[in-house]
């Protein structure tokens, strides 16, 4: 069929949507409601489709599209439930089953007819976290059935007028709600608090005499302080003391009305040290083996399991500083030194990496060196990962990975993916080249045809078309908070493995035979050199698309990057991200 999305933004889910319809033959266009009503109609007018679907839509459709066209809405609540904010009650209300629903589209917002819908749990993790795995499990299956439902013709929905269906109307959840009192909360009220708000829209609060919004939150089990104070810094976040214990609070975000030239979200420590440059936390560093009792904030771990080794990491959006791609590669090198035949990297859920950190450069006095330096971070770490020669290395991803990161996942000798991950292995749509030694790693899993049409195109890649294309050796078919165990038992029997040494041989002589053919050495300089063009060009469209990225701003397409007849470049084609409509 034909299919039209209609979104705010073109996010994880719907990227999620527009992989696994594309999968399974849908011809799908995107729009982004965001710029108006005229371009959706404008799009249903030129595209004609079949059917119409919001995966992530913020605002109404134009009444003469829901009227003329079939339109549905993916509603992240159950049957009956109706709001702008359900996933928010869903997680304040400590709901151990959610759903959602796929309804269709008329003048009462949320009112429509169902066409599907999917329960699933409500895991005691981030809002944002929950969209991205247990929702969007949910929501990709329901809008499958309701898409199948529409192609058989004789499916009736179901008005909601039905007796065995309940309507709750719930309004929207405000910051009054949100509200901590750090003097009377006790700490499991303040991580709900922090977690049902971790992305959008922060826990409005005040902090060294300033209003902010604070972004995340996990348990502390050692420090203690006077309720409201800050405690101690780690790994760019702060911990601040609570009633009966502490908590870490990963990131924080200015008002945009505060002055502050850095107005958007990004590392704790960082705001901090911005706002009170003479205050100075303890800097309290957890060991990199945190002993199984402690309860504590970490961004890095690593374990041991007979003959494999688990470097667990878990950046907020999957971002990578400089100074956490240096962490890694530390803890890398660490894991190196232990006696393993098999090697995993990745976090237990959500995102693997989206590679170099936009809003920490952002914010840098000199955005382009920030650039440079955090790339070059990231090449060190990915260099480490391909001159590994004496174990097997796997790539576990739980979640997506875009652009750095996702080219980190491809210099391991195996990758992962769990059923629901997206994968981005592109650069375009900040207007780079890229990096991280792509024009290696890429060609030599998909071959140079595939490898031009994704770094071209850049569109998301589902997990079974990577697995279909080389990009992924294996996929998980595990629910999210299952995936961490069922990779751990699958790298145990690949270490046990009779052929596992020979494998680790060949591996090596393999590496041997392309460094003699064209050293590592050669395909970083010259992707650094052009990346080094962009970075300190003020007038590169790389960085008004970051700025823009970074302060939610509008932005235009990147203007093609110019590159020798022999090499591989994104087009101007516009992308989702910033598509009016797109085939």
């Known amino acids: 069929m034909d299919i039209l999305l209609v ?29 108006g009503e005229e371009p959706v109609r404008a799009a249903v007018r030129e595209s004609v489709p079949d059917l119409v679907i919001a995966p992530m839509l913020t605002t109404a459709l134009p009444e003469d599209v829901w009227r003329e066209h079939t339109c549905l809405i993916v509603h992240p609540g159950p049957p009956g439930d109706r709001g702008p904010a359900a996933l928010d009650w869903a997680v304040a209300e400590r709901a151990p089953h959610w759903g959602v629903t796929v ?18 749990p409500v895991a005691p993790v981030g809002k944002s976290d929950l969209y991205r795995n247990e929702v969007a499990d949910a929501a990709v299956t329901a809008v499958l059935t309701a898409v199948r439902h529409h192609e058989e013709g004789a499916f009736k929905p179901r008005p909601q007028s039905d007796p065995s269906i309940d309507v709750v109307r719930r309004g929207p959840f405000r910051q009054e709600r949100r509200r901590i009192d750090w003097a009377a909360d006790d700490t499991a009220t303040v991580l709900r608090t922090l977690r049902g708000a971790d992305s959008r829209p922060g826990v409005l609060d005040e902090l ?54 850095a107005a958007f979200r990004r590392p704790a420590a960082h705001v901090v040290a911005a706002l009170e440059p003479a205050l100075e936390l303890p800097d309290v560093p957890a060991p990199l083996e945190l002993p199984q009792a402690r309860c504590t904030y970490t961004d890095i771990r690593y374990r041991q399991r007979g003959d494999v080794g688990l470097l667990s990491f878990s950046f907020p959006g999957g971002a990578m500083s400089t100074d956490q791609c240096r962490r890694l590669l530390a803890a890398y090198e660490h894991a190196l030194a232990r006696p393993t035949r098999v090697l995993v990297l990745g976090g237990p859920r959500d995102f693997f990496s989206n590679g170099i950190h936009l809003h920490v450069i952002e914010a840098a006095q000199d955005p382009g060196r920030e650039s440079w ?13 391909l001159r590994t020669t004496d174990r097997l290395v ?5 979640g997506n990975a875009a652009a750095g990161g996702a080219l980190l996942a491809l210099a391991a000798d195996e990758v992962w993916c769990r059923t629901g991950t ?36 850049a569109l998301p890649v589902s997990a079974a078309r990577a697995e279909r294309t080389g990009l992924a050796d294996r996929l998980v078919p595990a629910a999210p908070g299952e995936f961490a165990l069922a990779v751990e038992r699958l790298a145990a029997t690949l270490a046990a493995a009779p052929g596992l040494d020979r494998r680790i041989a060949a591996k090596a002589a393999a590496r041997a035979a392309d460094e003699r053919q064209r050293p590592l050495a050669t395909y970083r300089r010259a992707e650094l050199t052009r990346m080094h063009a962009l970075f300190f060009d003020p007038h590169a469209p790389y960085h008004a698309l970051r700025s823009a990225f970074v302060r939610k701003a509008p932005a235009g397409s990147p203007r093609p990057l110019t590159a020798p007849a022999d090499t591989w470049q994104p087009t101007g084609r516009t992308d989702p991200a910033e598509a009016g409509a797109l085939r």
């Open 7 to 35: 979104a705010s933004a073109f996010n994880s889910l719907c990227q999620r949507v527009y992989a696994e319809l594309s999968d399974r033959g849908h011809r799908v266009d995107v729009v982004l409601a965001s710029r």
């Open 103 to 120: 309804l269709q589209a008329e003048a009462g917002m949320d009112a429509g007819p169902v066409w599907a819908a999917e329960p699933f």
């Open 208 to 261: 060294l005499g300033r209003e902010l919004f604070l972004h995340g939150g996990h348990p502390e089990d050692e420090l203690r302080g006077r309720p409201g104070d800050l405690l101690a810094r780690r790994a760019g976040a702060v911990c601040r003391a609570t009633r009966d214990g502490a908590v870490w609070i990963p990131e924080l975000r200015p008002r945009k009305n505060s002055g502050d030239p």
């Open 373 to 385: 330096v955090n790339l070059n971070a990231l090449d060190d770490l990915v260099e480490a990962v």
């Open 394 to 398: 796997v790539a576990a991803l739980a």
């Open 422 to 457: 997206v994968l981005n292995p592109h650069y375009r749509r900040m207007g780079l080249y890229g990096s991280e030694f792509w024009t290696y790693t890429l060609p030599r899993r998909v071959g140079p045809d595939e490898a031009r049409r994704l770094t071209e195109e």
